[in-house]
């Protein structure tokens, strides 16, 4: 009963019934899907376990690039952003990913895109440690962050990373993005996103049903989609509204390193009027959380609450 209000009512009850029917399978290592693109062949997977690599301190060679240009050593913006402000409807600029101006050395490669990237440390390791094998894309609401990061990639001559400052859920956003990218997008990721506690800014919330549909009508089959958040309650919503896409398996229990994390007091104690479906509740019991970071690399603030001996909630989706 604790956690009911980060779900928005209305929509609670069909969703979770849909969720629970489609999302609630558990389905064996043998069932989850291979990433294949259009020819047949198996792609780059960077959510692969066998591939695990996790440093000391994933970090290390991003963090001195911090002061390598006065004009990116300290960038000063808000923490969180209002998405529906007038100021983020802005479209970015178009890219151009083919020809002499692309981003990419070869835009056909397998694309991962990270929604909300922050500063963009996580992305540019996950391109360093895989500089021949896919592009990354980060895009994120906080400009000068995007701006930040794509200086440093082009410090490192990094050929398949880039970064775009935008609202993708402004309208017409995800189209210019990503309408005309030649190759195949094999993996999503929402990771810490902004909490917005209060019922009346849920809407607020980057991971919108429209969203789910979009990444879903957009990853090849068998791609991913991971999410985590430090916010138990965030978590859970997350999970029940791609747990409601008929075309996206959750994969979580089925995975090594799935256990039983339980909810936070401390969320749950801000979560604490309503009556709980009993479906939720069933599906909710239910799931296993990973304990790691599938892609082998932590976030920066996975880091920090792992530092503070706290708890993070991860869960990954397959295109089925």
């Known amino acids: ?12 009850r069909s969703r979770l019934s849909r969720a629970f029917v489609g999302g609630g399978e558990t389905p064996s290592p043998q069932e989850t899907p291979d990433i294949v693109a259009a020819s047949g062949d198996t792609i780059f997977d960077p959510f692969d376990f ?21 004009v990116f050593e300290r960038v000063r913006c808000r923490q969180h952003v209002n998405p529906l402000a007038a100021m983020h409807q802005v479209l970015p600029d ?5 020809g002499e101006v692309s981003p990419f050395d070869d835009p056909t490669l397998p694309l991962y895109i990270d929604l909300g990237c922050g500063s963009g440390r996580y992305l540019l390791q996950l391109a360093l440690k895989h500089k021949d094998k896919a592009n990354f894309l980060g895009v994120e609401i906080r400009t000068q962050l995007a701006e930040r990061a794509q200086h440093w990639a082009e410090e490192f001559n990094l050929r398949n990373a880039h970064f775009i400052g935008c609202n993708i859920n402004a309208e017409g956003a995800w189209e210019r993005i990503l309408d005309k990218y030649p190759g195949p997008v094999t993996a999503f990721s929402v990771l810490m996103p902004d909490p917005w506690f209060k019922k009346k800014h849920y809407k607020r919330r980057m991971l919108t049903e429209r969203l789910v549909n979009r990444i879903s009508s957009k990853l090849e089959k068998g791609g991913g989609m991971f ?31 799935a256990t ?4 936070d007091d ?4 801000q979560n604490s009027e309503g009556d709980i479906d009993e479906r939720l509740a069933m599906l909710k019991e239910s799931w296993l959380w990973l304990d790691s970071n599938p892609s082998g690399i932590p976030t920066e603030r996975e880091t920090y609450v792992a530092e503070q001996g706290g708890k993070v909630w991860r869960a990954l989706f397959r295109k089925r």
């Open 94 to 98: 178009e890219p151009t990913w083919e």
């Open 1 to 12: 009963r604790q956690w009911a209000r980060c779900l928005p009512r209305a929509r609670m």
């Open 50 to 70: 066998k591939s695990l690599s996790i440093n000391d301190n994933p970090f290390t060679k991003v963090q001195p690039l911090d002061n390598s240009d006065k």
């Open 266 to 269: 401390h969320d749950n104690k």
């Open 227 to 257: 999410i985590q958040s430090d916010i138990y309650p965030v978590a859970v919503d997350m999970r029940a509204k791609l747990s409601e896409n008929l075309d996206l398996m959750d994969v979580t229990n089925a995975l090594p390193s």
């Open 260 to 263: 039983k994390i339980d909810g």
